[in-house]
């Protein structure tokens, strides 16, 4: 008797585009995580401008939120994906506002993040690993077996390709706004570019991809998708 093939609880896809948005949907978070990333800046812009500027009281403010926001997370036994990348961004954001005395030195760690994103995103499309491949396969069910099993269909390298030039937009849209208001020291319009920057605009970005995968309708090869039989040679066995 033969095992039967692994299921996802996701209808079978028939094309590339289909099979990554049912993978995007996986692998991207929602509306709370992006919340808890975003109230550590508000407090900080806030409690900076009430305390007349006390860049020292802000970090810790901000710190303090991030920080109860994942005894939250604790107590209620969920994800701290999310809320622990806050905690951390938030950390190294108050370090370099605290070291430099200059609050819109709280936003350098993320400019800097999102150029070497970049610069990222354009070398993965260029060597032929698009970085949304990997977001492919973060919600593939046998990518603890083979985490590239996706590079070997080409029509999803092409495809991952062109929705990784979306991510492409997305960092120079934030770098284009993001460093003129920190070269111009313009804290408050800092902290609302990037919450606006933030979840709401890859909320835009996604939204594209989505438009950019129901146009579009590559084949998919066989041996990809959820549901792929075990015994395809495009697939090894587990073990």
Do not use: N
């Amino acid at each position: 008797m033969t095992a039967d093939p692994p299921t996802t609880g996701l209808p079978a896809a028939e094309t590339v585009e289909a099979l990554i948005r049912q993978r995007l949907s996986t692998a991207l978070g929602g509306w709370r995580g992006s919340i808890e990333t975003a109230l550590p800046t508000v407090v900080f812009v806030v409690v900076w401008q009430v305390t007349d500027h006390d860049v020292r009281t802000a970090a810790t403010a901000a710190i303090g939120l991030a920080l109860v926001l994942a005894v939250v997370r604790v107590v209620q036994r969920s994800s701290l994906q999310h809320v622990l990348g806050a905690v951390v961004a938030t950390a190294v954001a108050a370090f370099f506002a605290v070291r430099s005395g200059r609050a819109e030195d709280a936003f350098l760690p993320g400019i800097l993040t999102s150029g070497a994103y970049l610069v990222g995103t354009v070398v993965s499309i260029l060597a032929r690993w698009p970085l949304v491949g990997f977001l492919v396969g973060a919600g593939d069910p046998r990518a603890k077996e083979d985490p590239f099993a996706w590079r070997r269909d080409e029509g999803m390298v092409r495809v991952c390709a062109r929705l990784t030039w979306v991510l492409v937009a997305v960092y120079v849209v934030r770098l284009a706004i993001m460093v003129p208001l920190y070269l111009g020291a313009q804290v408050t319009l800092l902290g609302i570019a990037k919450i606006v920057l933030g979840w709401p605009l890859w909320v835009g970005g996604v939204a594209v991809m989505g438009w950019m995968l129901v146009s579009g309708h590559t084949p998919l090869e066989p041996g990809e998708g959820p549901g792929a039989d075990e015994d395809d040679p495009k697939v090894p066995p587990p073990g």
